[in-house]
């Protein structure tokens, strides 16, 4: 297989590629034989290795030097594979707070899922109650449930107390400061 034998690590073999494929590099070969961009020898010499090779990164040498004729083929892209890694092929990038562990996604992941439910959960229940014909009391009861639920894992504000100024809980109704005139309303 392919791995180096000093590293300790045996590295996943790269995907075969079947006869379609061996075919497919063939007939565009034979595109650039005939547009001249191959001689007889080149053109024999390429032919036989595109149908020995196993991989992608077989054929992409054979097409180095040649004008892309199609630019959706695998031998078209002269990049390098993407590494695999031990469970398949790489994830695909996700958005910050959304990366998964092995419990699930993450604290910031939930939260974000959180803010993003909580400004439609009450257009969800109405929705639910007109269209859906839910029964109103089991979905006023599920938003509510839900809003509060969103509310504390949010840390909502709206009801907390401030923290006490420097002189205690501050002034009261009719407290003003000695310098202020009355206010006539």
Do not use: K
């Not at 939260?111 to 257009?123: A, D, T």
């Not at 109650?129 to 979905?139: D, G, N, Q, R, S």
């Not at 002189?167 to 003003?176: E, I, L, N, V």
């Amino acid at each position: 297989m392919t791995s180096d034998p000093g590293s300790g690590d045996a590295q996943r073999p790269l995907p075969r590629i079947g006869d379609a494929e061996r075919q497919a590099a063939v007939d565009e070969l034979s595109e650039h034989y005939v547009a001249g961009r191959l001689d007889d020898a080149e053109f024999n010499e390429r032919m036989d290795s595109a149908l020995q090779a196993r991989t992608i990164p077989d054929l992409i040498p054979l097409f180095a030097d040649l004008p892309t004729l199609n630019p959706l083929a695998p031998w078209s892209q002269p990049t390098q594979p993407p590494p695999l890694s031990a469970y398949g092929p790489p994830a695909l990038p996700r958005r910050p707070g959304t990366d998964l562990t092995a419990a699930g996604p993450t604290e910031q992941g939930w939260m974000s899922l959180v803010r993003g439910l909580r400004p439609i959960i009450w257009p969800i229940a109405i929705a639910l109650i007109i269209f859906a014909h839910v029964p109103a009391p089991l979905v006023i009861f599920l938003a509510i449930v839900l809003t509060v639920a969103s509310s504390r894992m949010l840390g909502s504000t709206r009801h907390q107390e401030l923290p006490p100024g420097p002189q205690g809980p501050g002034p009261g109704p009719g407290d003003r400061p000695s310098g202020d005139p009355p206010n006539r309303s």
